[in-house]
Every structure is written in structure tokens, then in C-alpha cells.
């Protein structure tokens, strides 16, 4: 089986830094794209950031020239550095992976469980 663990989420001021980490285990053969999303209360999970295999990254408009993502494919590992944040990047954020487990396997979604993260003085 395959798990997602994301971790450091937590409580920020208006401005402050933050930066998600996620790793990948269990039955991997490759990865393909990594992603960051993130769901606020009352509203639809949303894309922050994908980065490819080959470590191309893309951003949506909302966290540009703020956010960054980069992964470790050695460690299957995704990253998300998130600067001068604000209130309306409070959100529950979770960690995605398209990858296959064997060679003969078709690509699949695999989600973390989430780490919240709160802007807010």
C-alpha cells in the first residue's frame, strides 16, 4: 500500500512563514507529478502548486511569487514553502502524488491526510 504523510502545518501570523513537508512510502515503483492542494471551510479543495518529475513547477495565481514547491525524488518527498502569508491561506492543506506501484500498473491519485494550516494574529 501506499501512504501520503504530510507534516508542518500549525498557527502563523499575517506575514510569517511556513513550510509543508510530504512523504511518500510503501509500494512505489515511480512518481510522475506531486501537487499541494487546499480546502477552507465552505469552500471546494483548490491547486496551489504541482511540481513534475522533472521539477517543473506551476503556481496558481493566488500564492505566485509567495509559495514555492520543490520535491526530493530520492525521498519521494514533496516540499511547499509558503512566505508573507495571509488570512485567506488559512486552509486545511493536503499533499498528492500520481505514481505507479509496479511497472505494468496504470498511474493513480494517491492523497495525504491533510495538515491545517492557520494565518491569523
Known amino acids: 500500500q501506499v501512504q501520503l504523510v504530510e507534516s508542518g502545518g500549525g498557527l502563523v501570523q499575517p506575514g510569517g512563514s511556513l513550510r509543508l513537508s510530504c512523504a511518500a512510502s510503501g509500494s512505489i515503483f515511480s512518481i510522475n507529478a506531486m501537487a499541494w492542494y487546499r480546502q477552507a471551510p465552505g469552500k471546494q479543495r483548490e491547486l496551489v502548486a504541482t511540481i513534475t518529475s522533472g521539477r517543473t513547477p506551476n503556481y496558481a495565481d493566488s500564492v505566485k511569487g509567495r509559495f514555492t514547491i520543490s520535491r526530493d525524488n530520492a525521498k519521494n518527498a514533496v516540499y511547499l514553502q509558503m512566505n508573507s502569508l495571509k488570512p485567506e491561506d488559512t486552509a486545511n492543506y493536503y499533499c498528492?502524488?500520481?505514481?505507479?506501484?509496479?511497472?505494468?500498473?496504470?498511474?493513480?491519485?494517491?492523497w495525504g491526510q491533510g495538515t491545517q494550516v492557520t494565518v491569523s494574529s
Open positions: 498528492n502524488a500520481q505514481l505507479m506501484t509496479s511497472w505494468h500498473a496504470p498511474p493513480n491519485d494517491y
